[in-house]
């Protein structure tokens, strides 16, 4: 179900009508033109399983010179949607009106440049598997307008929402977290060192991570006196996301995982595992 949680008075109205999304209102739409749409500067969105996502939303809007905004009784942003203007599958709105600057005036237009942000709540946002894809951008008009009598007998809601799109696009990623851990500690120059680790992604549908599995995994060292970590080997991860692979022992040092993601997931790096070396050990 989509919601637009801009403007208490429009959710509302929304609410009461007990529709699934907005429709188009019958009266003439305005005139309005978005454009330059960037969401989150170009970048992928990787949400979790609880933790909120600011995503910042920039973008050129032109207006009738006469037309006005006043974010109470009727409101204008950038949405993202996933599906189509008609069939959206899923929608994410702005909470709080954007942050625009004038940048050009003509005797019938006005343009700005706007700034907004959209609020991912993984638990309210985001329902599924397929969430986790390109998402297209739409410019959008809304309105409400409430008519009550003096005696609370009587309640009229009248809205609409216009939408104009797609007018960019941005990608939905799962968040992925990844473990590494060497044994055994300290371990002795020149014998088998185990490296071990997890790769687990975000599962919106149950709210928590679950195993990544046939995912290549690079296994890297640094040196206990470098400040660069080079490739070992890749490893695949295997059944619930385990990592599992073996390497000889040589020098003082850091092991770590890492992820460099997938079109569904995002990119992941595990903390470095510290690992100390002793010399083999001579019998006389």
Known sequence: MRKLAIGAALSGALALTGLAAPVASAAT????????????????????????????????????????????TNFAGVTIYRGTLKNMSNGVDPEA?????????????????????????????LYEAADATTWKAAGFYAH????TDDSDGHISFDYGYDL????????????AKLTTNATPEPAVQGKTLTVKGKLTRANWETVKYSGYKGQSVLLQFRA???DTYTTVKT??????????????????????????????????????????VDPPKYED
Request: with cysteine; aromatic share 8%; proline share 4%.
């Open 29 to 72: 739409s305005p005139d309005l033109t978005f454009s330059d749409v960037v969401v989150n500067k170009g970048k992928a969105i990787v949400v979790g399983t609880t933790a909120t996502v600011k995503v910042p939303v920039t973008y050129t809007w032109t207006r009738p010179a006469d037309f006005t905004v006043d974010y109470k």
């Open 97 to 125: 009106a954007p942050t625009c600057t004038t940048t050009a005036t003509t005797d019938t237009t006005v343009t700005q440049a706007c700034t907004e942000t959209l609020v991912i709540d993984p638990e309210d946002s």
């Open 144 to 147: 409400v307008d409430q008519d």
């Open 164 to 175: 104009w799109g797609p007018l960019g696009t941005a990608q939905i990623k799962r968040a």
């Open 224 to 226: 206990r006196n470098s």
């Open 235 to 276: 490893v695949k991860s295997g059944s619930g996301g385990a990592l599992s692979t073996t390497v000889k022992a040589s020098k003082d040092g850091y092991y770590r995982f890492k992820f460099a993601g997938t079109s569904t997931t995002g990119a992941k790096t595990s903390t470095g595992d510290y690992v100390e």
